[in-house]
């Protein structure tokens, strides 16, 4: 069972940056791949992007390539999000979430956080 905090969320204007933190505590089956995910109210929850255990492999949303960056703490149990140029429809929850199968889908995922909210003004 794992536990996922995120923290970094806040209100930000168009064109500027947040870092997004999430850290994992609790015991693992096995290694994992930690994404992010977000959500707006009414609308189901969309990828974002994920890293894998060594942070040797990464996968974004086409609709954040190029703006928004992952990376892994020493420790491997934290991971980042760099979002550089945001924009309002990047306004949503962002979930932190784990997975034991390198992946883009929620339904692979087994462990969530409890989401902190990005904000984005235009």
């Known amino acids: 069972q794992l536990q996922l905090v995120e923290s970094g969320g806040g209100l930000v204007q168009a064109g500027g940056s947040l870092r997004l933190s999430c850290t994992a505590s609790?015991?693992?089956?096995?290694?994992?791949?930690m994404g992010w995910f977000r959500q707006v109210p009414g609308k189901e929850r969309d990828f974002v992007a994920v890293?894998?255990?060594?942070?040797?492999?990464?996968a974004y949303a086409d609709s954040v390539k190029g703006r928004f960056a992952l990376s892994k703490g020493d420790a491997k149990r934290t991971v980042y999000l760099q979002m550089n140029m945001l924009k309002p429809e990047d306004s949503a929850v962002y979930f932190c979430?784990?997975?034991?199968?390198?992946?883009?889908?929620?339904?692979?995922?087994?462990?969530w956080g409890q989401g902190t909210q990005v904000t984005v003004s235009s």
């Open positions: 979430a784990t997975t034991y199968r390198f992946g883009t889908t929620a339904n692979l995922y087994n462990f």
């Open positions: 609790g015991r693992a089956a096995s290694s994992y791949a």
């Open positions: 890293i894998s255990w060594l942070g040797d492999n990464t």
